[in-house]
C-alpha cells in the first residue's frame, strides 16, 4: 500500500481532487475582491519576502532601534509557508528568564538543573495526528526543525550567547545567518548545555545543532528551502536521592502518626547517598538520547505581476504570489539509549533482565520518512497598478510518514501515517475580527492514526480600542496515544496494550486588553481514555487510562508605575479526577526597576522574579524510560522562591546577572521537584548576549 492507500493513481487523485476545488473556490473570491471592499497593507512592499524589487532585492525595510542607533536589515521568520519575516527581537527585559523554567509562559517543572528531562504541569493533552514514539522528556529544549529562524539579511549577522553558573552549569549558542549575493540565505546554529549538578552523578551535556539554506530564483518562481538539525542528549542518572533534606520535606513513607520525618543531610550534596549509586558513590546509569532531521522543501510560486511608480517616477516590476505548489521530503531519527551497571539495586529495575541477564542496556531507534504535498493559498493578489491582500489565507496539504521503530532486541515495527490537513487565517490586517482554523484528518484503513481528527478553530472581535478584544477557541481531538503506551518490549519491560483512541476537547473563552495590559483566558479541558503511568511499589511499569475534566484559568496582568514594572502570571486549575494530579495554583511574577542612563546610552533594569506552585502530588521519574509517574499517596509541600536579577543593555549587548532561590532557608532548606529529586539550592548566574550586525 502506498500512503495508506491501494495505489499511487488513487493518491493522486485525492489530492488533485481537492487541491481542484480550493483552486477553483479561491480564484472565485480574487475575482470578488476589489480595492474598496479590501484594506491595503501599508507595508506591503517591505514586508513581504517575495516582492521582487530591481532596486532593493531583499526588500526589506531597515528597523530602527529603541534608542536611535539603525542597523543593517534583519528579519527572521519560522513559516515555511508564507515567509512573513519579522524584526529582530531588541527587547531585553526578560534576557535572565533563558531556561524554560524559568519563563513564563512554559510550565514546566525539571528533576534537577538546566537541561534535565522536564514535565508539563499545564497539559491540555491535546495533539496533532503525527506519529509520536513518547519520549518527549527533552521537549523544551529540542530544536524543532519546522521552528528554525530563518534569517532574511542584508549583510553578516551573528548573535552570541553565553550562560554560567554554579556547579559549572553553562549554555552556549551562536547563530550566524549570511547571504550569497541575493538569491542565496544561509544560517547555522550551535548550541550546548552542560552542568555537574548539585548532587552525584547529575551530569547533563546536551548539544544541538542547525543549518539552512534558502535559495529564491531570480524571478521569485522558484524557492528552495533545505534544513538539517542535530541533537545529542546525555543524561547521567542517579535515581533521585535517598535522604531527605533536613526540614519539613516528606520522606518516602510517613510514619505512624502521619508527621513528617526529617533526617540529617551532610553538607556537601555530592556525597549524599543516590538510589542508583554503588558503594564507592559512583552511578554508571546514563541515558543518551540523540537525532537528527533534514528536510528538503521546493516551492513553486504562481502569480501576477504589476508596475508600481517610485517616487523618483522609475517604473519597478513586482511579482506577487498568489499560490504556491510546495513538496517536502525529510528523514527523521531518533535514538534513545539507556545503560545501567549497577546490579545491586533495583530501584526501576525488574527482578530480572528479559533478554540479556548481564547487560543492563536497551536501546529504541525510531526512523521516519515524510512526504508532503501541499498548495498553498498566500493570501496575496494583484491587479495592473497594485498588490492587495485577500481576506485569509490557507493551506491544503496531504502528508504521509513511514516508519520504522528498531528495538535492540526485539521485533522491528513498520508503520503508516497519512492525514490531510487544512489551515487558514484572516489576513486583513484592520479588520476587527481575526480567525484560524486548522483542521486535520487520518485516511487509510491501515495507518496508525486512520480515522482520527484534530481540529481547532479560533476567533477574536476588537472591541473598541479602550474595551479590548474578546475571543473563543474550540478544539475537537481524537488520535491514538504515542507507542510507547501500546507497545514496547524490552530488556527491561514489556508490554502490549490496545487502548481506545485518546479524546481531548478543549473550549476556551478569553479577553484582552492591550491598553491594560490585561488578558484572561478561562478554559475546560474534557479528556476520555487518557494513558498515563502511575507508581506502584511492586510493579516498575503500571499504565493505566483515565477520564475526566480539567477546569483551568489564567491572567497576566503587567503594571507600570514611571520607573516601576511589574508582571504577573496567575493561574489556577482543577481536575475532577483522582488520577490526574497538577499543582492548583501556579504563580510567576517580575517586580522590577527599569530606566535607561547615560543619555540612553545604557538601559537597565533590576529586580526579582517570584515563582510559586501550590501543593500536589509531585510524580516519580523513571530513567530507564524517561518518564513521570503518578502517584497519589504523598503531597509534597511547596512555597514561593525568588530569584533577583540585574539586565544591562549598551547598544548590541546584553549582560544579566542574578541569584536563583534566593530565600533558601528562609522556610526550610529545600524542596522537591518530582520524587527524590531536589530542587537545585541557592545559586549564582550571569550570562552575555551579543549581536554583530556585519
Known amino acids: 500500500m502506498l500512503f495508506g492507500v491501494k495505489s499511487w493513481r488513487t493518491f493522486i487523485k485525492i489530492f488533485v481532487a481537492l487541491s481542484s476545488i480550493w483552486l477553483?473556490?479561491?480564484?472565485?473570491?480574487?475575482?470578488?475582491?476589489?480595492?474598496?471592499?479590501?484594506?491595503?497593507?501599508?507595508?506591503?512592499?517591505?514586508?513581504?519576502?517575495?516582492?521582487?524589487?530591481?532596486?532593493?532585492?531583499?526588500?526589506?525595510?531597515?528597523?530602527?532601534?529603541?534608542?536611535?542607533?539603525?542597523?543593517?536589515?534583519?528579519?527572521?521568520?519560522?513559516?515555511?509557508?508564507?515567509?512573513?519575516?519579522?524584526?529582530?527581537?531588541?527587547?531585553?527585559?526578560?534576557?535572565?528568564?533563558?531556561?524554560?523554567?524559568?519563563?513564563?509562559?512554559?510550565?514546566y517543572n525539571n528533576i534537577g538543573i538546566l537541561g534535565s528531562p522536564v514535565y508539563d504541569m499545564m497539559p491540555d493533552y491535546s495533539s496533532k495526528l503525527h506519529f509520536d514514539l513518547g519520549f518527549n522528556q527533552f521537549k523544551p529544549y529540542k530544536i524543532n526543525a519546522d521552528s528554525i529562524e530563518i534569517y532574511k539579511v542584508n549583510a553578516p549577522y551573528t548573535k552570541l550567547i553565553w550562560r554560567f553558573g554554579s556547579k559549572e552549569q553553562?549554555?552556549?549558542?551562536?547563530?550566524?545567518?549570511?547571504?550569497?549575493?541575493?538569491?542565496?540565505q544561509f544560517g547555522i546554529s550551535i548550541n550546548r548545555i552542560s552542568g555537574e549538578g548539585f548532587y552525584a552523578n547529575q551530569k547533563v551535556r546536551n548539544s544541538g545543532f542547525s543549518a539552512y539554506t534558502d535559495y529564491d530564483s531570480k524571478n521569485k518562481k522558484y524557492k528552495l528551502l533545505t534544513t538539517f538539525t542535530s541533537q545529542a542528549y546525555v543524561q547521567e542518572h542517579n535515581g533521585g536521592i535517598s535522604e531527605a533534606y533536613l526540614g519539613q520535606i516528606f520522606s518516602k513513607e510517613l510514619n505512624t502518626a502521619g508527621q513528617l520525618i526529617a533526617t540529617t543531610q551532610p553538607h556537601r550534596r555530592d556525597i549524599v547517598n543516590t538510589n542508583f549509586s554503588d558503594l564507592s558513590g559512583t552511578s554508571n546509569s546514563f541515558g543518551r538520547n540523540n537525532g537528527l532531521n533534514l528536510a528538503i522543501n521546493q516551492y513553486f510560486n504562481f502569480g501576477k505581476y504589476f508596475t508600481e511608480t517610485a517616487t523618483d517616477s522609475t517604473l519597478i516590476k513586482r511579482f506577487v504570489p498568489q499560490f504556491r505548489l510546495k513538496h517536502k521530503i525529510a528523514f527523521e531519527r531518533e535514538d534513545h539509549v539507556f545503560e545501567g551497571k549497577n546490579e545491586s539495586n533495583y530501584f526501576f529495575y525488574p527482578t530480572e533482565l528479559r533478554y540479556d541477564a548481564n547487560t543492563y542496556l536497551d536501546s529504541i531507534r525510531t526512523s521516519k520518512w515524510i512526504n508532503q504535498l501541499a498548495l498553498i493559498q498566500t493570501g496575496k493578489t494583484a491587479n495592473k497598478n497594485d498588490a492587495l491582500n485577500l481576506p485569509f489565507k490557507s493551506v491544503l496539504s496531504l502528508n504521509y510518514e513511514r516508519i520504522t521503530v528498531k528495538r535492540l532486541f526485539a521485533d522491528t515495527l513498520k508503520f503508516n501515517n497519512t492525514w490531510l490537513a487544512f489551515s487558514a487565517t484572516d489576513?486583513?490586517?484592520?479588520?476587527?475580527?481575526?480567525?484560524?482554523?486548522?483542521?486535520?484528518?487520518?485516511?487509510?484503513?491501515?495507518?496508525?492514526?486512520?480515522?482520527?481528527?484534530?481540529?481547532?478553530?479560533?476567533?477574536?472581535?476588537?472591541?473598541?480600542?479602550?474595551?479590548?478584544?474578546?475571543?473563543?477557541?474550540?478544539?475537537?481531538?481524537?488520535?491514538?496515544?504515542?507507542?510507547?503506551?501500546?507497545?514496547?518490549?524490552?530488556?527491561f519491560y514489556n508490554w502490549q496494550n490496545n487502548f481506545n483512541a485518546t479524546n481531548a476537547n478543549i473550549a476556551s473563552l478569553n479577553y484582552s486588553n492591550q491598553k491594560y495590559k490585561l488578558s484572561i483566558n478561562a478554559s475546560r479541558i474534557n479528556f476520555s481514555n487518557l494513558p498515563y503511568f502511575f507508581y506502584d511499589a511492586l510493579n516498575p511499569v503500571n499504565i493505566n487510562t483515565s477520564n475526566g475534566n480539567l477546569y483551568r484559568i489564567e491572567i497576566n496582568k503587567a503594571f507600570k508605575f514611571g520607573w516601576l514594572k511589574m508582571q504577573h502570571h496567575l493561574t489556577f486549575q482543577t481536575e475532577n479526577n483522582n488520577d490526574i494530579d497538577l499543582p492548583n495554583w501556579l504563580y510567576n511574577g517580575s517586580f522590577y526597576y527599569?530606566?535607561?542612563?547615560?543619555?540612553?546610552?545604557?538601559?537597565?533594569?533590576?529586580?526579582?522574579?517570584?515563582?510559586?506552585?501550590?501543593?500536589?502530588?509531585?510524580?516519580?521519574?523513571?530513567?530507564?524510560?524517561?518518564?513521570?509517574?503518578?502517584?497519589?499517596?504523598?503531597?509534597?509541600?511547596?512555597?514561593?522562591?525568588?530569584?533577583?536579577?540585574?539586565?544591562?543593555?549598551?547598544?548590541?549587548?546584553?549582560?544579566f546577572f542574578k541569584v536563583e532561590y534566593l530565600?533558601?532557608?528562609?522556610?526550610?532548606?529545600?524542596?522537591?521537584?518530582?520524587?527524590?529529586?531536589p530542587a537545585p539550592d541557592y545559586t549564582f548566574r550571569g550570562g552575555i548576549s551579543w549581536r554583530f550586525f556585519d
Open 427 to 491: 489576513n486583513l490586517v484592520e479588520s476587527p475580527l481575526s480567525f484560524s482554523i486548522d483542521a486535520q484528518y487520518g485516511i487509510g484503513a491501515n495507518n496508525y492514526q486512520s480515522n482520527k481528527i484534530f481540529l481547532k478553530a479560533k476567533a477574536n472581535y476588537q472591541l473598541p480600542q479602550s474595551f479590548g478584544k474578546v475571543g473563543i477557541s474550540i478544539t475537537a481531538n481524537s488520535y491514538n496515544a504515542a507507542l510507547l503506551y501500546q507497545n514496547y518490549d524490552s530488556n
Open 24 to 107: 477553483l473556490f479561491a480564484q472565485q473570491l480574487v475575482a470578488q475582491i476589489n480595492r474598496g471592499g479590501v484594506k491595503r497593507d501599508t507595508t506591503l512592499n517591505t514586508v513581504i519576502a517575495d516582492t521582487l524589487n530591481q532596486e532593493k532585492p531583499d526588500s526589506i525595510e531597515v528597523f530602527e532601534l529603541s534608542y536611535e542607533e539603525k542597523y543593517k536589515s534583519i528579519r527572521f521568520t519560522t513559516s515555511q509557508e508564507y515567509f512573513e519575516h519579522k524584526n529582530v527581537d531588541t527587547l531585553f527585559d526578560v534576557e535572565h528568564q533563558f531556561d524554560p523554567i524559568n519563563d513564563p509562559k512554559l510550565k
Open 663 to 677: 530565600n533558601q532557608n528562609w522556610f526550610q532548606r529545600g524542596y522537591y521537584t518530582a520524587v527524590n529529586y
Open 170 to 184: 553553562q549554555f552556549f549558542k551562536v547563530l550566524h545567518a549570511n547571504r550569497i549575493k541575493e538569491v542565496l
Open 594 to 655: 527599569s530606566g535607561n542612563w547615560f543619555k540612553r546610552a545604557l538601559n537597565f533594569n533590576t529586580g526579582f522574579d517570584v515563582r510559586y506552585l501550590s501543593n500536589f502530588n509531585l510524580p516519580y521519574y523513571n530513567p530507564v524510560i524517561g518518564q513521570f509517574y503518578y502517584q497519589g499517596n504523598v503531597e509534597y509541600p511547596l512555597y514561593p522562591t525568588f530569584d533577583f536579577f540585574i539586565n544591562f543593555k549598551i547598544q548590541t549587548a546584553v549582560l
